[in-house]
Antibody, heavy 120, light 107 residues
Framework: EVQLVESGGGLVQPGGSLRLSCAAS????????MDWVRQAPGKGLEWVGR??????????EYAASVKGRFTISRDDSKNSLYLQMNSLKTEDTAVYYC???????????WGQGTLVTVSS | SYELTQPPSVSVSPGQTARITCSGD??????AYWYQQKPGQAPVLVIY???ERPSGIPERFSGSSSGTTVTLTISGVQAEDEADYYC??????????FGTGTKVTVL
């Protein structure tokens, strides 16, 4: 059974940093692109970014709203995906989801999300 | 920045048909995807590549595309279909974007 479990959320002050993790199981993690998607309280979904697999040089892409502040990485030996968030702003407050990407087949599995609150 | 526009809400009686549109300039060149999200839950993929249905998704969910608009159709709506629905696609640079979201209410 495919499972994605996010962790690392919490309360952080504006300007601070936080690192989220996503533990994957039930599939060959190293084969897949992985995405981060967030949802502010009461708002819609926002794509944060993605990392490709080793075959595609682990290249990353980011939404304009987080580019230069957030970094996506992965450790295939640990079946884990990470989101390093720096220079956090109040508008980064959201539930952060990791999702498995199947290219043209879409994002077929999602974690349950972890809440990040940026507030003083 | 690129935007995908959806109606904020759609209301439908049980057994009727709900249609949700999503408009975006790059849709003729990029695939569209649809996700269903119920309160407190993660999104679920219901349509991929404009009109394909993942395994386990009921046949009453279908997708179509025409020019700069894609449409999710729910035929024979059931109470359990009440949820928020989001389209998703990419802009010309390959950056992904979600639509504004549509709340489907089953009367």
């Amino acid at each position: 059974e495919v499972q994605l479990v996010e962790s690392g959320g919490g309360l952080v002050q504006p300007g601070g940093s936080l690192r989220l993790s996503c533990a994957a199981s039930g599939f060959t993690f190293s084969d897949h692109y992985m995405d981060w998607v967030r949802q502010a309280p009461g708002k819609g979904l926002e794509w944060v970014g993605r990392t490709r697999n080793k075959a595609n040089s682990y290249t990353t892409e980011y939404a304009a709203s987080v580019k230069g502040r957030f970094t996506i990485s992965r450790d295939d030996s640990k079946n884990s995906l990470y989101l390093q968030m720096n220079s956090l702003k109040t508008e980064d407050t959201a539930v952060y989801y990791c999702a498995r990407e199947l290219g043209d087949l879409g994002r077929d599995y999602w974690g349950q999300g972890t809440l990040v609150t940026v507030s003083s | 920045s690129y935007e995908l526009t959806q109606p904020p809400s759609v209301s439908v009686s049980p057994g009727q048909t709900a249609r949700i549109t999503c408009s975006g300039d790059a849709l003729p060149e990029q695939y569209a995807y649809w996700y269903q999200q119920k309160p407190g839950q993660a999104p679920v993929l219901v349509i991929y590549k404009d009109s394909e249905r993942p395994s386990g998704i009921p046949e009453r969910f279908s997708g179509s595309s025409s020019g700069t608009t894609v449409t999710l159709t729910i035929s024979g709506v059931q109470a359990e279909d009440e949820a928020d629905y989001y389209c998703q696609s990419a802009d010309s640079s390959g950056t992904y974007v979600f639509g504004t979201g549509t709340k489907v209410t089953v009367l």
